[in-house]
């Protein structure tokens, strides 16, 4: 099974800073990867596939890179709205780690 | 536009069945996977299965033999259930939809607390 690790598990950053949150697969997943942003009480909402392609509607300070097993997801200046949990996903093999941790992005 | 809704009860018995229904609206039975997702309180994503329109469905192997999930095309509809459930199966339940594979989710519900309880 392929095991998904994200890290910082949490991080505190200000309105404006550039923040980076770092996925690692177990194995080389080469670019089945995806970025999802939740907010409290709501539903997980797709912010990047395939390692590096924006989701239509998302903003371009979201951004994704990474093959194989190391990838890392970059908010530039970090908006008010985007205090979240994010996690990343590999849909590279099937379940049951598909989904990462999370790392909980705070308002420092 | 793909918006779903969860419909169920929010509480089960354990060693009953859970059963969930999603209805679709603004997209074409035939142009999505349909998944179901789950979130125990506090904890994180968990991913249960999908069904395609031809019927192919593709299940968490850990949740394999308890899962249904099936398709309902003439109500625009398709459902989850989930048997034997324990406290353990607790969970926010998602109704999710993708066009690229089962596992990409464009399109979610709001989801459903599901509480297993005597």
């Known amino acids: 099974d392929i095991q998904m690790t994200q890290s910082p598990s949490s991080l505190s950053a200000s309105v404006g800073d550039r923040v980076t949150i770092t996925c690692r697969a177990s194995?080389?997943?080469?670019?089945?990867l995806n970025w999802y942003q939740q907010k409290p009480g709501k539903a997980p909402k797709l912010l990047i596939y395939?390692?590096?392609s924006l989701q239509s509607g998302v903003p371009s300070r979201f951004s994704g890179t990474g093959s194989g097993t190391d990838f890392t997801l970059t908010i530039t200046s970090l908006q008010p709205e985007d205090f979240a949990t994010y996690y990343c996903?590999?849909?590279?093999?099937?379940?049951?780690?598909?989904f990462g941790q999370g790392t909980r992005l705070e308002i420092k | 536009q793909v918006q779903l809704q969860e419909s169920g009860p929010g509480l089960v018995k354990p060693s009953e069945t859970l059963s969930l229904t999603c209805t679709v609206s603004?997209?074409?039975?035939?142009?999505?996977?349909w998944s179901w997702i789950r979130q125990p309180p506090g904890k994180g994503l968990e991913w249960i299965g999908y069904?395609?329109?031809?019927?192919?469905?593709n299940y968490n192997p850990s949740l394999k033999s308890r899962i249904t999930i099936s398709l309902h095309t003439s109500k625009t509809q398709f459902s989850l259930k989930l048997s034997s459930v324990t406290a353990a199966d607790t969970a926010v339940y998602y109704c999710?939809?993708?066009?690229?594979?089962?596992?990409?989710?464009?399109?979610w519900g709001q989801g459903t607390l599901v509480t297993v309880s005597s």
């Open positions: 999710a939809s993708g066009f690229r594979d089962g596992y990409t989710l464009d399109y």
């Open positions: 603004g997209g074409s039975i035939r142009d999505y996977f």
């Open positions: 069904i395609y329109y031809s019927g192919t469905t």
């Open positions: 194995q080389s997943i080469t670019t089945y």
């Open positions: 395939a390692a590096s």
């Open positions: 996903q590999q849909t590279y093999s099937t379940p049951p780690d598909t």
